[in-house]
């Protein structure tokens, strides 16, 4: 608390002052500490016209290109993520977030394309690499909340809906139930969904904004 619950490795010293004062180091020792809080489980309080009036703020629709995946609009593409997303039992604003920070708000522009509507990079491992493509908007982000799930849940918790997630089977169970240990640098055992610094705390932010 004293240090405002910051992540990160801390260290102390001890001292041992005898009879005469003289001071003694008796021992050292470091801890690395990564406090979360967002739980990737869960069910969340924003509503589909909030996501729908931030995601507006930010960036324009595209229509055109979502269309053939059956979400032509903002309304239609949010209320999916709902769907999808209390399907499994993980939060709305998670899955939310995550696309958001993921494609530059549907804007893309990376190693995947609009059209494999694929919105959290799932198989996108670099390199060129487009990752995995789906026959639609609902199912891309099906798949993204069975990802989620995996990460979030221990094998003991199977999934409600049938597996379109491609790498379901790849991800370490239970590894992160966290939204800040989505990231590889901050996860405790070195797992997690993306390797850039802070991935899970860019989550957070768009969270936060909800």
């Known amino acids: 608390a004293n240090h405002r619950y910051s992540s990160g490795t801390y260290y102390a010293t001890a001292h041992v002052v005898d009879a005469n004062g003289i001071t003694t180091a008796a021992g050292s020792g470091s801890l690395s500490v990564h406090y979360a809080t967002a739980r990737i489980m869960g069910t969340s309080s924003v509503s589909r016209d909030r996501m729908v009036n931030l995601f507006n703020a930010n960036a324009t629709y595209p229509s055109q290109d979502l269309m053939p995946g059956k979400a032509g609009d903002i309304t239609t593409f ?125 989550i957070i932010a768009v969270m936060n904004q909800l």
């Open 78 to 202: 949010c209320q999916i993520i709902i769907e999808e997303a209390s399907y499994e039992g993980v939060r709305a604003d998670v899955v939310y977030a995550q696309i958001m920070n993921e494609t530059g708000w549907l804007r893309f522009g990376g190693d995947v394309k609009i059209d494999q509507f694929n919105f959290a990079g799932l198989g996108a491992t670099g390199d060129g690499a487009e990752g995995a493509s789906f026959p639609d908007v609902r199912t891309g982000i099906r798949a993204q909340v069975q990802h989620l799930k995996a990460y979030a849940t221990p094998k003991s918790v199977s999934l409600n809906l049938g597996v379109v997630d491609p790498r379901f089977d790849l991800v370490t169970r239970n590894c992160a139930p966290y939204v800040e240990w989505l990231g590889i640098q901050e996860n405790p055992s070195g797992k997690g969904w993306a390797s850039a610094k802070n991935y899970g705390g860019r």
